[in-house]
């Protein structure tokens, strides 16, 4: 009876290492997998700073210079102003330019391909939740067997108590009553 028990505790034990291994395996596969990914965004970034560099060839800066006629003439109140109202003119033209440009980017991207990377990240990111919940039941199954095979483990140690006491024991309706005992925490490990 005690061997048949030792065995089933045995198969258990293995179960649980191979589902150890296959956990191991799988985390090995989605870090690869999250590499790889990584790999990819970043030829992504490097061809489209490589593009913006190209296009950065052809912008030809020209500073802005400052007119110094208005001080020189005595006209400093009014410079106050005047600066004030050309601040504001070059902050709405450059917040307009990078409105611009964030549409010009849009623009560029076909809607066919954002659609498609929209769908591909919500694919990829249905796997990753599949994956998680898979780790998430497999650890809650391992933690229920554990728990079950301490309680059998525990159950089986009393028998073995019971038992060396019966062997102490000289009244035999003790005995009887012990080894009743023993069969009904045998009978519920089975």
């Given at each position: 009876m005690v061997e048949k028990e030792l065995i089933k505790q045995s198969k258990?034990?293995?179960l649980i290492e191979e589902q150890k291994a296959n956990q191991k395996q799988m985390e090995e596969e989605i870090k690869k997998?999250?590499?790889?990914?990584?790999?990819?965004?970043?030829?992504?970034?490097?061809?489209?700073?490589?593009?913006?560099?190209?296009e950065e060839e052809w912008v030809v800066e020209v500073p802005l210079q400052r007119n110094v006629r208005m001080e020189?003439?005595?006209?400093?109140?009014?410079?106050?102003?005047?600066?004030?109202?050309?601040?504001?003119?070059?902050?709405?033209?450059?917040?307009?330019?990078a409105l611009g440009e964030e549409e010009e980017a849009s623009l560029l991207v076909p809607q066919g391909e954002r659609e498609a990377f929209a769908t591909e990240l919500q694919r990829?990111?249905?796997?990753e939740e599949k994956k998680l919940e898979w780790k998430f039941r497999l650890t809650r199954e391992r933690r229920r067997r554990l728990a079950a095979a301490e309680?059998?483990?525990?159950?089986?140690?009393?028998?073995?108590?019971?038992?060396?006491?019966?062997?102490a024991q000289e009244d035999l309706k003790q005995k009887i009553q012990i080894l009743f005992q023993n069969m009904d925490v045998v009978l519920r490990a089975q």
């Amino acid at each position: 009876m005690v061997e048949k028990e030792l065995i089933k505790q045995s198969k258990m034990l293995a179960l649980i290492e191979e589902q150890k291994a296959n956990q191991k395996q799988m985390e090995e596969e989605i870090k690869k997998w999250e590499k790889e990914q990584e790999e990819k965004v970043a030829a992504i970034d490097a061809e489209v700073e490589a593009e913006a560099e190209k296009e950065e060839e052809w912008v030809v800066e020209v500073p802005l210079q400052r007119n110094v006629r208005m001080e020189e003439r005595g006209e400093s109140s009014m410079a106050p102003k005047l600066k004030a109202k050309m601040e504001k003119m070059a902050t709405r033209w450059v917040a307009n330019l990078a409105l611009g440009e964030e549409e010009e980017a849009s623009l560029l991207v076909p809607q066919g391909e954002r659609e498609a990377f929209a769908t591909e990240l919500q694919r990829q990111t249905m796997e990753e939740e599949k994956k998680l919940e898979w780790k998430f039941r497999l650890t809650r199954e391992r933690r229920r067997r554990l728990a079950a095979a301490e309680m059998i483990e525990k159950a089986l140690r009393t028998a073995k108590e019971q038992r060396r006491q019966l062997a102490a024991q000289e009244d035999l309706k003790q005995k009887i009553q012990i080894l009743f005992q023993n069969m009904d925490v045998v009978l519920r490990a089975q």
